[in-house]
């Protein structure tokens, strides 16, 4: 009974700190890390810390850096396309609506061809040639306008290519017409070629004083051409739709006539 | 002053960049640990090994250190963990150290050899011989305490093991040594 009660007390004692046993093995626990032991771990340290601080100086400036650089390119993106898109400026008033408000007397006069043309609206002086990308597919009709007369032709707005795209002058149109971006070179010269053909008839056609015969030239399509048939129509102007429509058949034989124009021009 | 200042403040003191915490840090902990290693391994070469990479440890782990537990529990899981994992390795590889072989000597309570007893007249050699021939659980419950200066409960923290667990462990080794140095003149 003494036995366990003695163990238990020098436990007691050791665990209070009291005790022989601990005395004894802290007088000989001297050993300590040899120094270059010391010295590589606070090397280690050392260098750890300094990996630190050059990670806090250089982050602040690349993370800055690196917001500023790209507030700047979001701002100069959207600066970009808000000038070069106009559509989306307020107040802005496509080139097309442009057209239609100027067609109409240019038109008028084309049409009629003589009495009508006023002196007080003279045609403009510039010669609305097709776009680039228009030349190609209006070979056909331009050919056939310029081979047979007939005074009745389209306005320059009946292109939907000159209602999509900003027309310019045939002496400031572009040199490169819009095939010349293929990579294919034989494309880009048959293209120039079509357009400097186009270009001449335009030119041989004002110098007769048939303007009008240059603008199915600049005709795109049947639909545009049939669409401006319908505004002659709408505005009471029969005669001259008739006569358009009557050229629209020889240039485009194959091309079905809607309904609505036939029976507005012949059921008189 | 620092010498008066907590591991605790020291550790947080490094954690946010002061090298000269850290410093204090190590001058205060470098012989315990030392000493912890040396008797669990009974090496100098690999116990400094080891030892220098408790340390590696700590540093790199030190943006993450958060005061929960008593600093010396952390050092000392640390290294025990170390331990282990160089017990196991050595264990996986023989041949690659003979501190297993001791150490299973030790554990099952063999003799510590001619060499140790020769070595064991002189009386602090003697009671290290007689602390490597403890057990490794109670080695490393007494050297815990005496090292690293732990309560019951935080060896208890350390090892994994209950506090009543960790009593009965110190209780056996400091039984025996003090049995074994009062019959072992």
């Known amino acids: 009974m003494s036995g366990p009660s003695e163990k238990d007390r020098e436990f007691d004692a050791y665990l209070r700190g009291d005790s022989p046993l601990s005395k004894a093995y802290k007088e000989d626990a001297r050993e300590l890390p040899p120094a270059h032991v010391d010295a590589q771990v606070l090397a280690e340290a050392h260098r750890a810390d300094a990996g630190r601080r050059k990670q806090l100086t250089r982050n602040p400036f690349s993370g800055s850096w690196m917001v500023a650089a790209s507030v700047t390119a979001v701002v100069i993106l959207a600066v970009s396309v808000a000038v070069l898109l106009p559509e989306g400026r307020p107040g802005y008033e496509p080139q097309r609506e442009r057209f239609e408000d100027t067609t109409p007397p240019d038109a008028e006069s084309t049409l009629t061809g003589k009495s009508r043309q006023r002196a007080s609206t003279p045609a403009p002086e510039t010669v609305y040639a097709p776009s680039p990308g228009v030349m190609e597919s209006d070979e056909t009709p331009s050919g056939a306008a310029s081979t047979e007369a007939s005074p009745v032709v389209p306005a320059p707005r009946a292109a939907p290519a000159l209602e999509q795209t900003y027309v310019l002058p045939k002496e400031a149109q572009p040199s490169v017409p819009a095939a010349a971006s293929r990579p294919d070179a034989d494309a880009v010269s048959d293209s120039l070629r079509k357009r400097s053909r186009a270009q001449s008839r335009i030119e041989a056609a004002g110098e007769e004083g048939l303007e009008s015969r240059a603008k199915p030239a600049a005709v795109s399509d049947s639909d545009a051409w049939l669409e401006r048939i319908k505004i002659l129509i709408d505005r009471d102007q029969l005669e001259a739709a008739r006569e358009s429509l009557a050229e629209f058949r020889r240039v485009y034989p194959g091309t079905r006539v809607p309904q609505g124009i036939i029976e507005a021009l012949e059921s008189d | 002053m620092a010498q008066e200042e907590s591991d605790e403040a020291l550790m947080l003191r490094y954690r946010n960049g002061e090298i000269r915490a850290f410093e204090l840090l190590y001058e205060r902990h470098k012989g315990p640990l030392f000493r912890f290693m040396l008797r669990q391994c009974r090496q100098h070469a690999v116990a400094e090994e080891l030892f220098q990479d408790v340390w590696t440890n700590l540093i790199r782990s030190r943006e993450r250190y958060?005061?929960?537990?008593?600093?010396?529990?952390?050092?000392?899981?640390?290294?025990?963990?170390?331990?282990?994992?160089?017990?196991?390795?050595?264990?996986?590889?023989?041949?690659?150290?003979?501190?297993?072989?001791?150490?299973?000597?030790?554990?099952?309570?063999?003799?510590?050899?001619?060499?140790?007893?020769?070595?064991?007249?002189?009386?602090?050699?003697?009671?290290?011989?007689?602390?490597?021939?403890?057990?490794?659980?109670?080695?490393?419950?007494?050297?815990?305490?005496?090292?690293?200066?732990?309560?019951?409960?935080?060896?208890?923290?350390?090892?994994?093991?209950?506090?009543?667990?960790?009593?009965?462990?110190?209780?056996?080794?400091?039984?025996?040594?003090?049995?074994?140095?009062?019959?072992?003149?």
């Open chain 2, 66 to 185: 958060r005061v929960r537990a008593k600093f010396t529990t952390l050092l000392y899981r640390m290294a025990r963990n170390r331990l282990i994992d160089y017990r196991r390795s050595a264990s996986a590889n023989p041949g690659h150290d003979s501190a297993f072989a001791e150490q299973s000597a030790e554990t099952s309570g063999a003799d510590p050899g001619p060499q140790n007893r020769l070595e064991a007249e002189r009386a602090g050699v003697r009671l290290r011989a007689l602390i490597a021939s403890l057990p490794a659980d109670q080695r490393d419950a007494f050297l815990l305490r005496e090292e690293g200066g732990l309560r019951l409960e935080q060896i208890a923290e350390v090892t994994g093991v209950g506090a009543e667990t960790v009593k009965s462990r110190l209780r056996y080794a400091v039984v025996k040594l003090k049995q074994a140095l009062s019959e072992d003149p």
